[in-house]
C-alpha cells in the first residue's frame, strides 16, 4: 500500500484544493419562446425541443 514519505504542507494542500472550482451551468435561449433553458433539453416554458412541440401546454 502506498504511504506518503513526507508530511504534505497546509498550503500545499489548500493550494491543491483551491483548484477545484464550480463554473456556471452552461444556457441556451429557446427558439420559440426565447426563454433560458439547459442545452440539449426540453424548455420547461414552452415545452418545445428542436423546434417541435414535445410537452403539450396545461
Do not use: D, F, L
Amino acid at each position: 500500500m502506498a504511504v506518503p514519505k513526507k508530511k504534505m504542507s497546509r498550503s500545499r494542500t489548500r493550494r491543491r484544493k483551491a483548484q477545484w472550482k464550480v463554473s456556471a451551468p452552461t444556457v441556451a435561449t429557446c427558439s420559440q419562446c426565447g426563454a433560458k433553458h439547459v442545452p440539449h433539453r426540453v424548455c420547461h416554458e414552452c415545452g418545445s425541443y428542436n423546434g417541435r412541440e414535445i410537452i403539450a401546454e396545461a
